[in-house]
């Protein structure tokens, strides 16, 4: 199929290939989504099918008022309220108990949603021309990171889904926080994101943080947890900041006849670059909000260039560090040297 490329001012032709059961990508703050009707089954269908999603693991559903909220999900707890009210529109999925005329598909079985409101302006006109709430799981194809860009959409997707808005590149450049309220009593973080641990418990008090596999018996996780989502084609290594040191990183690498890549600071950039070595900034030093906006751009610039090995930075683990060092950590299959 064509792959329409579509700008700011085609939503409405965009908002009516959603309607027909066409799935279109569309950019959010976070990184692009891969929409369709979520009240569509067969168009749901055609997500998982576009990105070779695995079947179980579900999406999440996208609203532009929260009028929708009380026809998708059953109590709403005052907790929910609260971080709807702080922190929407904005980059925090919220899991509630599901209900109403929503594709079974969306859910993959599930009884619980997840509901997020979105804040860039595309997506919010998006569906609102649209009128029905959007499923829409990050737009890359499984197994590759989330896209940032548009062209990025186009690479993986191109020929499998019916449009593309080009929005530019995104702000967060990081997937959204899941935050599991089905049980308000204990809430819990499924996987962090633009919205930090301390803000939510700023407002809700006590948060658990349970991302990825922990023990078996404690369900719900966010079930996408359990794939290997962020993996680019080479190997990487992320350089701890108590270990062998970017020096011997990248000597113990060159040894081994690798060609390496920096995916790092300006600092560390600056300090250990020769003429061997292919980098990518992230920014400056300690700035892990510019290093979250820049990661997947900087994993999937690496598939274009000769490394074979990609060393990466660690950041610190607070607000939006915690999120970026999860998806890091992902794409390294938690490999430190
Ligand atoms: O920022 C984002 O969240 C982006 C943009 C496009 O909105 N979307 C996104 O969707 O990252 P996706 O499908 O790539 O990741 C959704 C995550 C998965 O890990 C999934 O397992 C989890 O949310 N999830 C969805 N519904 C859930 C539910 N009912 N219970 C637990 N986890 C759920
Ligand atoms: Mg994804």
Not at 173 to 194: C, K, Y
Request: with cysteine.
């Amino acid at each position: 199929m064509e792959t329409k490329w579509l700008k700011e001012t085609d939503i409405k032709a965009a908002a009516e290939l959603l309607r027909q059961g066409e799935v279109v990508s569309f950019p959010t703050e976070t990184v692009y989504g891969l929409g369709a009707d979520a009240t569509n089954d067969q168009a749901v269908k055609k997500i998982y099918e576009a990105k070779g999603r695995p079947a179980d693991n579900p999406l999440i559903i996208h609203v532009a008022d929260l009028d929708q909220i009380a026809e998708y999900a059953v109590e709403v707890s005052e907790k929910a309220e609260t971080v709807m009210q702080h922190f929407w529109p904005g980059p925090c999925t919220i899991v509630l108990k599901k209900k109403g005329p929503l594709a079974p598909t969306v859910t993959a079985g599930l009884s619980t949603v997840g509901i997020r409101m979105p804040s860039h302006p595309i997506a919010l006109e998006l569906i609102r021309a649209c009128g029905k709430p959007l499923a829409a799981p990050s737009a890359n194809s499984s197994g590759k990171p989330s896209p940032t860009a548009a062209e990025h959409v186009y690479r993986d997707l191109n020929g499998k889904i019916s449009g593309i808005i080009d929005g530019g590149e995104t702000g967060v450049g990081l997937e959204s926080t899941v935050l599991d309220l089905s049980n308000p009593d204990q809430p819990a973080i499924l996987r962090p994101g633009g919205i930090s641990q301390a803000e939510l418990e700023a407002v809700i008090g006590p948060v658990l943080f349970k991302p990825g596999l922990t023990e078996e018996t404690e369900a719900p996780m966010a079930p996408g947890m359990k794939y290997t989502h962020y993996s680019p084609v080479e190997p990487v290594l992320i350089v701890a900041k108590d270990g062998t040191g970017w020096e011997r990183a990248i000597h113990q690498c060159e040894a081994a006849g690798e060609r390496v890549g920096l995916l790092a600071s300006e600092e560390i950039i600056h300090a250990f670059k020769s003429e061997t070595t292919v980098t990518f900034s992230l920014g400056k030093s300690g700035d892990s909000v510019t290093a979250s906006k820049r990661l997947f751009k900087g994993l999937r610039f690496f598939e274009e260039t000769e490394a074979t090995v990609i060393l990466a930075e660690a950041y610190d683990r607070e607000g939006i560090g915690e999120a970026y060092m999860n998806r890091l950590e992902k794409a390294a299959a938690d490999k430190y040297i």
